[in-house]
């Protein structure tokens, strides 16, 4: 039961341009979701996150947006940088709960 | 230490070993998990410590795999007679509280099982 999917396995878009990455889920229960960002031979990394009483947090180039209703979040980033290319994870948790569940990743290439 | 330790960062075992997978959390971290990721998969729960609490194992794929937590710090992920499919990157991960605010992950140990 896959509760956070990542439907793109894979992204690719050009230094400059905005890079948009999808997260579904279907746990009516989670209400925090947050982003995390893994380079190769290295744990993934916070990036950023939103509680469910937001629809949008925005960090410097980075933006996620949450529509409950559809159960959908994205994380936006503008300008891409080739430094962005990484694997991203989103992730998921709920009040009552102690953990977090994670999406299957997407890997991103920004090409220069 | 300033972040999450793990060791090895690789290890390459035959089938049917055992192996031992440490991790040594960021100090003061009460909670403590541990993760792997398979070939093109996502974050799989494997285990979770939180303080002096019964840790919920129920993330464990099977009984050849256990874990401890010694002193409320560093943790060992255990994997008996070990088989191919074991084969992922295993992250542990700590947090100051429960963590579903987000916690710090190690580096990972990338175990092959040949």
């Known amino acids: 039961d896959q509760q956070v999917k990542q439907n793109s396995p894979s992204l690719s878009v050009q230094e400059g341009r905005i890079s948009i990455l999808n997260c579904d889920y279907t746990?009516?229960?989670?209400?925090?979701f947050l982003w995390y960002k893994k380079y190769p031979a290295e744990g993934p990394t916070f990036l950023i996150s939103i509680s469910s009483i937001k629809d949008k947090n925005e960090d410097g180039r980075f933006t996620v947006f949450l529509n409950k209703s559809a159960k959908h979040l994205s994380l936006h980033i503008v300008p891409s940088q080739p430094g962005d290319s990484a694997v991203y994870f989103c992730a998921a948790s709920q009040t009552s709960g102690s953990r977090l569940t994670f999406g299957e990743g997407t890997q991103l290439t920004v090409n220069p | 230490g300033a972040g999450v330790s793990q060791s090895p960062s690789n290890k390459v075992t035959e089938k049917g070993k055992d192996v031992e997978l440490r991790c040594d959390p960021i100090?003061?971290?009460?909670?403590l998990y541990w993760y792997r990721q398979s070939l093109g998969q996502g974050l799989e729960f494997l285990i979770y410590?939180?303080?002096?609490?019964?840790?919920?194992k129920s993330g464990l794929p099977s009984d050849r795999f256990s874990a401890e937590r010694t002193g409320g710090s560093v943790s060992t992920l255990t994997i008996q007679r070990t088989q191919q499919e074991d084969s992922a990157v295993y992250l542990c991960?700590?947090?100051?509280?429960?963590?579903?605010?987000?916690?710090?992950f190690g580096s990972g140990t990338r175990l092959t099982v040949v």
């Open positions: 746990n009516s229960m989670f209400d925090y």
């Open positions: 991960a700590s947090s100051l509280d429960t963590g579903r605010y987000g916690y710090t």
């Open positions: 100090s003061g971290h009460t909670a």
């Open positions: 410590f939180q303080g002096n609490s019964a840790p919920d």
